[in-house]
């Protein structure tokens, strides 16, 4: 089963809805619109030929520049029978500051157990409202933690250290 | 109480209209000393059955995804040290493997050897440790004494090569630190030499003994499709049937050089699981066997190879940086940071010692990763505790938690 199969597959099904087909580093990776990820997931999942099962991983990704399209949630499947990897991704745009949640998106915990923790810690981290979820909540952080940490408008602090005055070390000429 | 229905004869009989539950709830865990780590599993039981159960993880999240974004990638390989730090040899080395692929770095057939027999000691050690306290927790502290002997003889030939036991920060992008020395292969030969009659021994122990057989024999069982569909890999997974290996199934630093068979159990319960880490103990010191054979057939000039040509990210010998200004100029980059990252989005994954461990990174062309994201095996397989205990007795619990292997620092990241 090659990549032009498994996406002449997905055009036949899906028409102009699965679009962003390429393939970095070897991986076919593509995208379709974010309410209809249940419906290319159960496809994958269902189809006789493509039997994209295992779900590897879930994760999200912040792109704060790219206006309407500002949170990536990847999904990568793993045919194991003939052993394929792909890489599907859905775009949001995100909500204003303030929302509870930054975007909706449907769980997928129906067809994968496995996506359950998964789309808990991306909620965590990036606060993706996972409609249909059965058990929402925080899994890493505090539970009274009241922003999304892996969301790109919180920087880590800067490395380079401003606790330390240069006065105390004899250099002189610390900027107040 | 809809889940407790199906307790026909409840231990406790409440009088009409009582609002108590008839069941007690028990905290195992944050820090019990039967979870190995810190978690906590809220059971419910009855009696010593346990009715429900859920999990707390997360205590010792360290926030190493963000961290990662703000480090250039050579500082990030300490912070897969303290991923699964029982085998963090491999975690390293996935994590390297990873960055060169992103690089499009193709390594000499020697550092992939020698890769490999670091990473095949891991497992073991991983393995040992693991199965081991499975043995403790059933009642058997003699085999985990026994075998910890030749973990610390593990533990010493990295430190041949990295300086450091346990969070090894082992090898650089490119290769290794340094050529491994001939105490490293010294102390190499001598566990070639000694274990398989330790492991033995260790069989000896415990495959057929009664007391081990009747605690783990169909505690914590798991089938082949629940155990897909929780997302299961590694030993977990093959011992539920389903012979997925990356070793195999994506190959990575020539693994497909070597002969060794992928061990799998049927029934996926804790005996199972035990057998199958023992077994693939046995097809790791095959595989080592091998490597160092491969290794040791390089003579002369290509016996010192020990890195890829990558002076990018791969630190230039000291004595150079102090005599060329090249050396210099790279040195002051690399340490400093300042080497630019290729665009890209790659996901590699190596056969950890529990699991597919997998790293999504994704770069925009700076110094640092845009977004890492780790795929930590135990995360994913640890949701799946509750179904396989519930029904169960409260010690089934304690001995499937660790024969899941189960380490907290993976599962938190």
Same mark, same amino acid.
């Given at each position: 089963?090659?990549?032009?199969?498994?996406?002449?597959?997905? /055009?036949?099904?899906? $028409?102009? !809805?699965? &679009?962003?087909?390429?393939?970095?580093?070897?991986? =076919?990776?593509?995208? *379709?619109?974010?309410?209809?990820?249940?419906?290319?997931?159960?496809?994958?999942?269902?189809?006789?030929?493509?039997?994209?099962?295992?779900?590897?991983?879930?994760?999200?990704?912040?792109?704060?520049?790219?206006?309407?399209?500002?949170?990536?949630?990847?999904?990568?499947?793993?045919?194991?029978?003939?052993?394929?990897?792909?890489?599907?991704?859905?775009?949001?745009? /995100?909500?204003?500051? $303030?929302? !509870?949640? &930054?975007?909706?998106?449907?769980?997928?915990?129906? =067809?994968?157990?496995? *996506?359950?923790?998964?789309?808990?810690?991306?909620?965590?981290?990036?606060?993706?409202?996972?409609?249909?979820?059965?058990?929402?909540?925080?899994?890493?952080?505090?539970?009274?933690?009241?922003?999304?940490?892996?969301?790109?408008?919180?920087?880590?602090?800067?490395?380079?250290?401003?606790?330390k005055d240069d006065e105390m070390f004899g250099r002189g000429g610390s900027v107040i | 109480m809809s889940e407790l229905q199906h307790i026909k004869d409840p231990h406790i009989v409440l009088p009409d209209g009582s609002?108590?539950?008839?069941?007690?709830?028990?905290?195992?865990?944050?820090?019990?000393?039967?979870?190995?780590?810190?978690?906590?599993?809220?059971?419910?039981?009855?009696?010593?059955?346990?009715?429900?159960?859920?999990?707390?993880?997360?205590?010792?999240?360290?926030?190493?995804?963000?961290?990662?974004?703000?480090?250039?990638?050579?500082?990030?390989?300490?912070?897969?040290?303290?991923?699964?730090?029982?085998?963090?040899?491999?975690?390293?080395?996935?994590?390297?493997?990873?960055?060169?692929?992103?690089?499009?770095?193709?390594?000499?057939?020697?550092?992939?050897?020698?890769?490999?027999?670091?990473?095949?000691?891991?497992?073991?050690?991983?393995?040992?440790?693991?199965?081991?306290?499975?043995?403790?927790?059933?009642?058997?502290?003699?085999?985990?004494?026994?075998?910890?002997?030749?973990?610390?003889?593990?533990?010493?030939?990295?430190?041949?090569?990295?300086?450091?036991?346990?969070?090894?920060?082992?090898?650089?992008?490119?290769?290794?630190?340094?050529?491994?020395?001939?105490?490293?292969?010294?102390?190499?030969?001598?566990?070639?030499?000694?274990?398989?009659?330790?492991?033995?021994?260790?069989?000896?122990?415990?495959?057929?003994?009664?007391?081990?057989?009747?605690?783990?024999?169909?505690?914590?069982?798991?089938?082949?499709?629940?155990?897909?569909?929780?997302?299961?890999?590694?030993?977990?997974?093959?011992?539920?049937?389903?012979?997925?290996?990356?070793?195999?199934?994506?190959?990575?630093?020539?693994?497909?050089?070597?002969?060794?068979?992928?061990?799998?159990?049927?029934?996926?319960?804790?005996?199972?699981?035990?057998?199958?880490?023992?077994?693939?103990?046995?097809?790791?010191?095959?595989?080592?066997?091998?490597?160092?054979?491969?290794?040791?057939?390089?003579?002369?000039?290509?016996?010192?190879?020990?890195?890829?040509?990558?002076?990018?990210?791969?630190?230039?010998?000291?004595?150079?940086?102090?005599?060329?200004?090249?050396?210099?100029?790279?040195?002051?980059?690399?340490?400093?940071?300042?080497?630019e990252i290729p665009k890209g989005e790659v996901y590699h994954s190596v056969e950890g010692g529990n699991g597919e461990l997998g790293f999504y990174l994704i770069s925009d062309g700076g110094r640092t990763p845009y977004r890492l994201h780790f795929r930590r095996p135990c995360f994913i397989y640890y949701q799946a505790y509750s179904?396989?205990?519930?029904?169960?007795?409260?010690?089934?619990?304690?001995?499937?938690?660790?024969?899941?292997?189960?380490?907290?620092?993976?599962?938190?990241?």
């Amino acid at each position: 089963m090659d990549q032009d199969y498994i996406k002449q597959r997905l /055009i036949e099904k899906f $028409g102009e !809805a699965v &679009t962003g087909f390429e393939s970095p580093y070897g991986m =076919l990776t593509f995208e *379709a619109p974010k309410e209809m990820n249940l419906k290319v997931l159960q496809f994958l999942y269902d189809d006789e030929h493509l039997k994209f099962r295992f779900l590897t991983d879930l994760c999200a990704v912040h792109y704060p520049d790219n206006k309407g399209r500002e949170l990536a949630i990847v999904y990568l499947l793993h045919n194991l029978v003939d052993n394929v990897r792909i890489r599907f991704k859905v775009f949001s745009p /995100i909500n204003e500051a $303030g929302a !509870a949640y &930054t975007a909706d998106i449907y769980t997928a915990t129906k =067809l994968f157990e496995a *996506a359950n923790w998964l789309e808990r810690e991306t909620f965590d981290f990036f606060g993706v409202n996972f409609v249909g979820h059965p058990n929402l909540k925080r899994i890493m952080n505090v539970e009274e933690m009241d922003y999304y940490p892996m969301l790109k408008q919180y920087p880590l602090e800067d490395q380079s250290r401003v606790d330390k005055d240069d006065e105390m070390f004899g250099r002189g000429g610390s900027v107040i | 109480m809809s889940e407790l229905q199906h307790i026909k004869d409840p231990h406790i009989v409440l009088p009409d209209g009582s609002i108590e539950k008839t069941t007690t709830t028990l905290n195992l865990g944050p820090t019990h000393p039967a979870t190995h780590g810190v978690f906590q599993n809220i059971l419910e039981v009855d009696g010593e059955r346990i009715v429900s159960s859920e999990q707390t993880v997360g205590y010792i999240h360290r926030a190493f995804e963000k961290i990662a974004e703000r480090r250039p990638l050579y500082q990030i390989t300490p912070l897969t040290d303290r991923l699964n730090y029982c085998s963090s040899p491999i975690n390293n080395m996935g994590w390297h493997m990873t960055v060169e692929k992103l690089l499009g770095i193709t390594l000499p057939k020697r550092v992939e050897y020698l890769r490999i027999i670091i990473m095949e000691l891991a497992r073991i050690s991983d393995h040992l440790i693991c199965n081991s306290i499975v043995g403790v927790d059933s009642g058997a502290f003699t085999g985990f004494l026994y075998v910890m002997q030749y973990r610390e003889l593990i533990y010493e030939i990295y430190e041949e090569v990295c300086g450091s036991r346990l969070t090894t920060n082992i090898g650089r992008i490119g290769g290794f630190e340094r050529n491994f020395n001939d105490i490293a292969f010294a102390k190499l030969e001598k566990f070639l030499a000694e274990y398989p009659a330790v492991l033995k021994e260790f069989e000896n122990l415990f495959n057929r003994n009664r007391i081990f057989m009747e605690r783990l024999i169909g505690a914590g069982p798991i089938g082949a499709d629940r155990a897909l569909n929780y997302g299961f890999t590694g030993p977990n997974l093959r011992a539920a049937g389903v012979d997925y290996d990356v070793r195999v199934h994506s190959p990575y630093s020539s693994y497909d050089d070597f002969e060794f068979e992928v061990p799998v159990g049927s029934t996926g319960d804790c005996y199972d699981r035990f057998l199958v880490r023992n077994q693939e103990m046995w097809q790791s010191l095959r595989i080592i066997e091998q490597a160092y054979a491969k290794v040791k057939a390089f003579k002369g000039k290509d016996a010192e190879v020990y890195h890829a040509d990558v002076p990018e990210f791969y630190l230039p010998k000291k004595e150079d940086v102090y005599t060329k200004m090249e050396a210099l100029i790279w040195h002051f980059k690399i340490v400093m940071g300042e080497t630019e990252i290729p665009k890209g989005e790659v996901y590699h994954s190596v056969e950890g010692g529990n699991g597919e461990l997998g790293f999504y990174l994704i770069s925009d062309g700076g110094r640092t990763p845009y977004r890492l994201h780790f795929r930590r095996p135990c995360f994913i397989y640890y949701q799946a505790y509750s179904e396989l205990t519930s029904g169960g007795m409260l010690s089934d619990a304690v001995i499937t938690m660790s024969s899941l292997n189960l380490i907290a620092g993976e599962m938190d990241a």
